[in-house]
């Protein structure tokens, strides 16, 4: 039993908590269209903390990628200009641009030896500062609807879960994806190494720039996912990805993974970011005022981290 | 539960407490003189010249300003608080604008972005005085307290308008400033009352707490609401966010089944709010919003119960138009002068709605008359 005990997941079993909570204060969140509509609102978070993963197991940090969400969300309104026939060169564009944010994340990292909190966090002034000139501060158009649709469309009388919105569907290509990425491959397991030891994996013959390099763009391609995902379901706006860089970090720690590199499982991440969206919804059910809202979900994650510390000293 | 109730207030006043230093003054957002001084100004007829309320007062005197009389053209320097919301982009151009078309009058216009910090906006005012290159300054305070005495030394010197908020002194020649806060509420709740159906669900958003422009928004609306006997379900912050007011709308839709109306303190997040109810395939709240084109444009497409307050764009030509006046030594309205606080109802909103315009362009900006006029607002 205690082994068993030992290998669930401590965020699953706080986010079950808290949605069970959720589901007494509000019934229809226990319904399939209730589920389905908490998957959708949890998805941007989910896979911004799968991309983050990656850089934390690698030993880093991506501070940028809330700026990125915030880049995607401008740069599709701008780049498309109204016309729906500009959205799929525009969603290339808008991967193109996180593939080089990203590219250069690393690469600050891996050959200038920065320590990417620094780096990541330049990348966050300089990316908002691209997303602001661009913008001159305030939303410039409107996003098509067919860019919209990612984060926006729900599909109607699905059997059994009755709706099914869009966003769920990229969610679980995202994590099929990086579950492969992190658990099924060699790539995955250099991953690991790097965080690790990355003095030991280079001296294995692990290439660990490339590795370095190739963990930042993994997250910045995921902040541009997020970002068409929010982008489409609450429209433009300009600080529509601030704090979130903060929260996909929390999310991966709260699912068990290790600040310092080298430990962490991408079902873990995803229940983190299920947990902090679970949390967001209860506060906001509960009807408290702001400020204590803040303060609870201060403490709640500090418990949840601790606990998970807690046990893994005490489970080896 | 009990516990909780009793708990929330406590931390929250703690906090509150914590955080009235960093607020303009220990002041009370819910003044029932103000609110009353406001019931008023909204009821007068504005004097001056028709259709450029920007030039146009609510009551007030003249004062005589032939002490600053000097020979043009002008060098007019302004201090401003910061452009970091839509709203302030907006006001900012019409402020150049301005300039140019004073372009006679006015040799150089100075200006310095104190980009939201208080001691930036201290040191610039500061600099603009010593500098000796300002025949008059202009001040849109950062906050109320820690920005008099700034103003009150620059009084010293030259002559100084106020405008936006305000400060805690008579020195400047003019502070100029619209209705306010207060009529912004009483004119958005008493639209919600004589629209909302017996008994029916009243949302209210807003996008922060402890802002007194927005504080005294909604402690007048709630007041009219208290006395008509509104059910409001809800008040909650949105901090400005398309994504979390939608999720906070769907969550009060799912929780009450239907929302008759949506209350708001500021538009931006409007049609996120509206999306809501189409999402959840809602018939339409009755609605408040702002003059921002977005929520214009979709209030026609879909033919919404709806009005717009505006804390009108347009006040941010009148200080250029009386700091020329004032160094002319030509009288002006002071030392308050108020401008009309106009609203968008169905009988004009085509005149407002423009589809060229940015979608958090504010139509009520008087700059149709401009110089550069769509395209230095970001239109087509």
């Known amino acids: ?316 | 539960m009990r516990l909780f109730k009793w708990i929330a207030p406590a931390v929250s006043g703690t906090a509150l407490a914590i955080a009235a230093p960093y607020a303009a003054s220990a002041q009370n957002f819910d003044d029932p003189r103000e609110f009353q001084a406001a019931r008023d100004l909204l009821k007068m007829t504005p004097s001056g010249p028709e259709g450029k309320p920007w030039e146009q007062n609510l009551g007030g005197k003249e004062v005589d300003t032939s002490k600053y009389k000097k020979p043009g053209p002008y060098r007019i320097c302004f201090s401003n608080a910061g452009v970091d919301n839509p709203w302030r982009v907006v006001g900012w151009i019409n402020m150049q604008a301005q300039v140019d078309v004073l372009k006679d009058d006015i040799k150089s216009f100075k200006a310095a972005d104190a980009q939201g910090k208080d001691d930036k906006q201290i040191s610039d005012i500061n600099a603009f005085v010593q500098s000796g290159d300002c025949d008059a300054l202009i001040v849109s305070p950062n906050t109320t307290a820690a920005l008099t005495p700034a103003v009150e030394a620059a009084c010293k010197k030259l002559p100084v308008i106020v405008f936006d908020r305000g400060v805690l002194t008579t020195c400047p020649v003019t502070f100029v400033n619209p209705v306010g806060g207060y009529g912004w509420g009483i004119q958005t709740a008493d639209f919600i009352v004589s629209k909302l159906p017996k008994g029916g669900k009243v949302l209210a958003l807003r996008i922060l707490p402890g802002v007194d422009v927005l504080e005294t928004r909604w402690s007048a609306a709630n007041r009219i609401f208290k006395e008509n006997g509104v059910n409001v379900v809800g008040a909650e912050f949105t901090g400005g966010d398309n994504a979390k007011t939608k999720q906070i709308v769907e969550d009060y839709i799912n929780k009450n089944g239907r929302i008759d109306a949506v209350w708001m303190d500021a538009g931006a997040t409007a049609v996120a709010a509206l999306e809501a109810f189409e999402d959840s395939g809602q018939p339409y709240p009755i609605i408040t919003g702002e003059d921002q084109e977005d929520f214009l444009k979709k209030w026609k497409e879909k033919g919404l119960t709806a009005m717009a307050p505006t804390y009108p764009t347009y006040q941010w030509r009148a200080p250029v138009i009386a700091a020329v006046k004032v160094l002319k030594g030509e009288p002006v309205i002071g030392p308050t002068w108020k401008l009309p606080q106009p609203v968008i109802t169905q009988g004009d909103l085509d005149k407002y709605v423009d589809d060229k315009m940015p979608p958090l362009h504010y139509a009520m900006c008087g700059c149709k008359d401009l110089p550069g006029y769509p395209q230095r607002w970001g239109g087509k």
């Open chain 1, 1 to 316: 039993m205690a082994h068993v005990a030992r290998r669930i997941n401590v965020a699953l079993v706080v986010f079950l908590l808290f949605y069970l909570v959720i589901g007494l204060l509000q019934p229809n969140y226990l319904e399939p269209a209730g589920a389905m509509n908490f998957l959708r609102r949890a998805a941007p978070l989910a896979i911004l903390a799968a991309g983050q993963l990656f850089v934390l197991i690698s030993g880093g940090f991506d501070l940028s990628v809330g700026s990125l969400v915030t880049l995607t969300v401008v740069g599709g309104s701008m780049l498309t200009a109204n016309d729906p026939g500009n959205t799929w060169w525009a969603i290339a564009a808008l991967y193109a641009t996180g593939l080089c944010v990203g590219f250069i994340n690393g690469a600050v990292v891996a050959y200038l030896r920065t320590p990417s909190i620094i780096a990541t966090l330049g990348t966050l002034l300089s990316v908002n500062g691209v997303a602001m000139m661009w913008s001159g501060g305030s939303p410039r158009g409107y996003l098509p609807e067919n860019f919209r649709m990612f984060g926006r469309l729900v599909f109607h009388d699905v059997p059994v879960v009755k709706i099914f919105p869009a966003a769920i569907l990229v969610f679980a290509v995202v994590w099929a994806l990086a579950q492969w990425g992190l658990h099924g491959t060699v790539f995955g397991r250099r991953v690991f190494a790097v965080g690790d030891n990355a003095r030991a994996a280079q001296l294995a013959g692990v290439q660990v720039a490339s590795v370095r390099i190739a963990v930042f763009v993994i997250s910045a391609l995921a902040a541009v996912t997020a970002g068409i995902l929010l982008g489409g379901f609450g429209g433009v706006s300009v600080d529509v990805g601030v704090g979130l860089e903060l929260q996909a970090i929390a999310a991966c720690v709260v699912g068990g993974a290790q600040l310092m590199g080298g430990r962490g499982t991408l079902v873990g991440a995803v229940a983190g970011a299920l947990t902090l969206t679970a949390l967001f919804t209860l506060l906001t059910l509960l009807g408290w005022p702001q400020p204590l809202k803040e303060t609870a979900q201060g403490v709640i994650l500090i418990i949840a981290v601790a606990f998970g510390a807690w046990r893994r000293r005490r489970t080896g």
